[in-house]
């Protein structure tokens, strides 16, 4: 039995009991399973060209939808073969992107990092030839003559002669771009690694990269320890103005997140944090001044500037960063006050700025910043809404962890789905986006997002069992979702009249974003032949819910993808290729920052978003 | 009364009993004046082409020579017009080096320091102008724009926004080359300052530069702290291997000691240390190391290969250097690992490195350096002789400080000449000459180097004076220059048959060295131009007791300069002019570095050097 995956034009044998993804990956054929391969994300979708297969589970008909399944699309994950068949991975964008993380050949990016090692067994020279150690090396490694540039690293210097004396000549460089950055005893030739981050305002993600084969060695996240300090970024900076020690704080606070990251990806991989020899980095404006130690203080005031935009590179022990002390921190560029790297590493990630299809990028974290356009044109906007969809001022509202109701479907009665199958403890951004559009449909609340009366309730025709999760305390109108005697804590999970009108404001400014990139392009919806959503809540988000409560345009399905972390692939795209990273320049370079705030059109457009569309 | 200086072409007015030095200064024509006018060398020499002066003081006797009077030689320092006169000031070289470092138009080095101020007024922009903080910068300053090669320091760049913000947009920019490493409130424009630097062995001194005017505002020496871990190069070198924390030691004195000088300097002035912008430091290969904190471990060995060579650039900060934090220490390139960047800054002072004139140059520090040849080729070679110049290893050597003996005439007796006109303490480089020169001549030793026994002293001519200062202890022979009734301590100082040994190892390794360059170059003591004596001690050397022993070749005196601390004015152009820098780095690039010790024609020529020429 075998199955054949179009892009590969070769059959792959199946062993028994092995899924469409197990498959594939012992075959070498990426597909990305962002959610692990628990049927949760569909990431991993492929469309069945030919071939019988196993029915759809019931993630599979959470994910998909029945049309979807109608339609031929499947979950890798979920799906195993009944006789030979013949598949689709898509989207082709994760087949893109995750190439150029295989150690195969078909990768867009040529392997070609900033940091390189040459093995060197110094000659003996004699006292009539006149040189010295650097320009033995520089000789021996291909690094071009001197010509005012300076080429090695002040500590890097400093070791050479005893380095070189004690390892009796037989000695490896560490060269980043065209620097000696370090010198190490006997070959160590084999021991060359980085770490690709992307800092959230929440969460913080590392991945360890093995730069001579691109293989990823492990990955490692953390919740930013200046959460402390406030959730978004705005509360961030009013910190680091209104505390004299504010900034310090908070950019101590990030290096030590790093570090830890740093340390744990290593442990993980059993390798030396010395032979780490780059780090790239993206993340909003904010997390990058805040990382460099740069007071955002410009960033909270019109015009909302950024200290500087283009890509900057720091030595490890300038930051404190522990990995080889002149290892390089590459800081990827931005675009704007707050359209940052994060967002640069998204359409590096998607390549949207080498595609002729109007693709449209949502990226929703703490912030949500948006990307439409084609190779010709990029535009770009940011809208501080996302922290609802990360719980915060949700009444149950909590991240998306243990304990979260990550899917709701309310037909007669409420179904919660709860992350790690126990008693619920609160309501993630997938839940709640979940349970809106399905209160919308169920008639529980109206399109201008009000719980309906009592009377109209039965004129909707909303089932008795759904009614009586309605309740009223005092003015507070709410929605009961389980019930305190099913929850951890006894109490029970609601949704309030209040909490619906966050998640309003939310949904309505990223739709409202969007429809100004639309207006900017002279673009109408029908004419994206994309809809990409990046980052975690993206990734988790049911596309339909989103659809259904207008925080997206409504795309037919099959062209709405999640694509995982697009920025943190981005970071690692760059940290594989010197022409990524040149990429990367050309993004923040180009593409166009549409400035919200300003336009009295913007004001509009919200005020139009925050209702709901009508059902369908 | 009016002088006319040559060079000038006008006539100035004298006042009454102004010198011609005096006169030179008011009017803004520079005459070095290294011992501060007081007759101790003849670094302001004249030569008078018509009129009348004062006749010649007894130091312009000593210093020039009745040969030298008898030509028209006078010291400018010494000599007052008695009507109009005409005069040339010689040597040219002290003019043209000398020149650079005023404030007039008539520079060969126009002022171009690497150090720029920039005071800007920054424009308030709009949210939709795409920028930075530094990008607004960068087009104010009129930097190149972005393309990949990083403009601005980390601890600039973390200081900007705050800078801007408190300064109300007022600011200055601190630019260096190409970057920007300093941002300023307000307009701090008229405070831009450097320090050129020359480490010596024994000595380091700094000069401070208005870097807007070229002016020197100020200069200071200390003692190198190092030299309480060996005197020479090679005990330093030893130290740094035999004690483990030898090299640290070595790297923190010099460190402190620069931060001496530099406070030093900076008090003199009345100006900030934080308007110190550049640093730049010429020293032998072995201190450039120490200052770096590069183990010199490999300079002891053959082939004493350096850890490198060219021009090397450092923030302040990284060394610890008390300057604007992102100031720039400039270190000049080396030529070899025993010929350093002080050879080189005596070539870029001298100019021998763009005339078409042989030229020999000789810098007698704790090492002796040396230098032949014309713009087409250069040679160099480095002895490790100097020591005993500065008191080392002679009985009762001391350095040129007060109560040395420093200028020694013998004929019926001996008449000595001590530093500060105070009680003797024992003898400094310059008498050690003069009194092997004077005991030569007076026959009290022969071409050998050996005291002469009793019968051959009559034979000689030995006067009886002269006779009963010669004694003998034991097996130690020795001639008593200052009888112990009249020294400080009540010790005789005296120079023993071994003193007289050492000393013909100094100047037999230092001529050794000349003969090899000489060879080297095909070249005879006739063809040559002119032979520059540069450093402390070839100022104060009396020219003719240096050719009397040997230590340079027997040219007319005309042809014999002191040209005073020719490194420190290398390292003075260096920092008025990227220029100079640059041709610092073609003359470290094209000056061959002549081995000696391998060569066995050098040990022949070393054996010869070492007798002392028969006399005239």
């Known amino acids: 039995m075998t199955i054949t995956f179009e892009s590969e034009q070769t059959a792959v044998e199946v062993a028994p009991e092995q899924t469409v993804l197990d498959v594939a990956h012992s075959a070498g054929v990426n597909i990305i399973a962002t959610c692990g391969g628990r049927g949760r994300c569909n990431s991993c979708r492929i469309k069945v060209l030919a071939g019988e297969f196993t029915p759809p589970t019931e993630q599979e008909i959470t994910v998909l939808g029945h049309d979807g399944i109608a339609r031929g699309f499947r979950l890798a994950c979920q799906t195993k073969l009944l006789n030979d068949g013949l598949v689709r991975i898509v989207p082709p964008i994760s087949e893109r992107s995750f190439r150029i993380l295989s150690a195969t050949d078909r990768q867009e990016y040529s392997l070609d990092p900033d940091v390189r090692k040459r093995r060197l067994v110094l000659p003996e020279t004699s006292e009539e030839h006149q040189s010295s150690d650097f320009e033995e090396i ?16 002040l500590s890097a210097l400093q070791t050479l002669p005893s380095t070189i004396f004690h390892a009796s000549r037989d000695v490896t460089a560490v060269l980043w771009d065209h620097h000696l950055i370090g010198m190490e005893a006997g070959d160590t030739t084999e021991q060359v690694y980085g770490i690709a981050f992307d800092i959230g305002t929440t969460t913080v993600v590392g991945y360890l990269i093995d730069l001579r084969s691109g293989k990823e060695l492990g990955v490692a996240s953390e919740l930013n320890a200046q959460a402390l300090y406030g959730g978004d970024v705005m509360s961030r900076i009013t910190f680091a103005q209104q ?68 890509r900057y590179v720091v030595a490890a022990e300038e930051l404190g960063i522990q990995i080889a002390p002149r290892g390089r921190i590459v800081m990827l560029p931005l675009i704007a006050g707050f359209v940052g790297a994060d967002t640069v590493g998204v359409v590096l990630a998607t390549g949207m700025h080498k595609g002729s299809n109007i693709t449209l990028a949502v990226d929703i974290g703490t912030n949500g910043e948006i990307v439409l356009g084609t190779k010709d044109r990029l535009v770009a906007c940011s809208t501080a809404a996302g922290t609802a969809f990360e719980g915060a001022q949700i009444t149950h509202g909590m991240r998306g962890a243990t304990g979260a109701i990550d899917r709701v479907v309310i037909d007669d009665d409420v179904q919660c789905h709860v992350i790690g199958e126990v008693p619920a403890l609160g309501i993630c951004g997938s839940g709640l986006v979940d349970t809106i559009a399905q209160m919308l449909d169920a008639g529980i609340i109206n399109a201008n997002g009000r719980f309906r009366r009592e009377h109209e309730l039965e004129q909707a025709g909303v089932k008795p069992r759904l009614r009586e999760r309605i309740k009223i305390d005092g003015k507070k109108k709410y929605f009961v979702l389980v019930e305190g005697r099913q929850t951890d804590n006894g109490e029970p999970v609601v949704i309030t009249q209040q909490d619906v009108r966050e998640l309003q404001l939310a949904k309505g400014a990223i739709f409202a974003g969007i429809t100004m990139l639309m207006q900017e392009l002279n673009i109408h919806p029908d004419d994206m032949t ?33 694509v995982g972390n697009a920025a943190g692939l981005g970071s690692q795209l760059a940290l594989l290729s010197g ?34 569309p009508e059902g369908l």
Chains 1, 2 share one sequence.
């Not at 989103?546 to 037919?556: E, F, M, Q, S």
């Open 243 to 310: 505390d004299e020690t504010g900034l310090h704080k908070l950019h101590q606070r990030i290096i030590h997140t790093i570090n830890r990251i740093i340390e744990k990806v290593c442990e993980q991989a059993g390798i030396d944090r010395e032979h780490v020899y780059e780090v790239t980095i993206v993340g909003n404006t904010c997390m990058h001044h805040l990382f460099l130690n740069i007071s955002p203080i410009h960033l909270g005031v019109a015009p909302y500037l950024a200290a500087i935009r283009e």
């Open 530 to 562: 994309e809809l990409l959503l990046a980052g975690a809540f993206g990734n988790y988000l049911d596309t339909r819910s989103a659809v259904r409560i207008g925080l997206i345009p409504a795309l037919p399905p099959e062209k709405i993808r999640s």
């Open 579 to 612: 022409k990524a990273k040149l990429e990367a320049d050309h993004i923040a370079k180009t593409t166009q920052h549409i400035a919200l705030t300003n336009r009295p059109e913007f004001q509009v457009a919200f005020a139009e978003a925050m209702a709901f």
């Open 138 to 153: 520089r000789a021996l490694t291909g690094l071009p003559t001197y010509t005012g540039k300076q080429q090695v690293d």
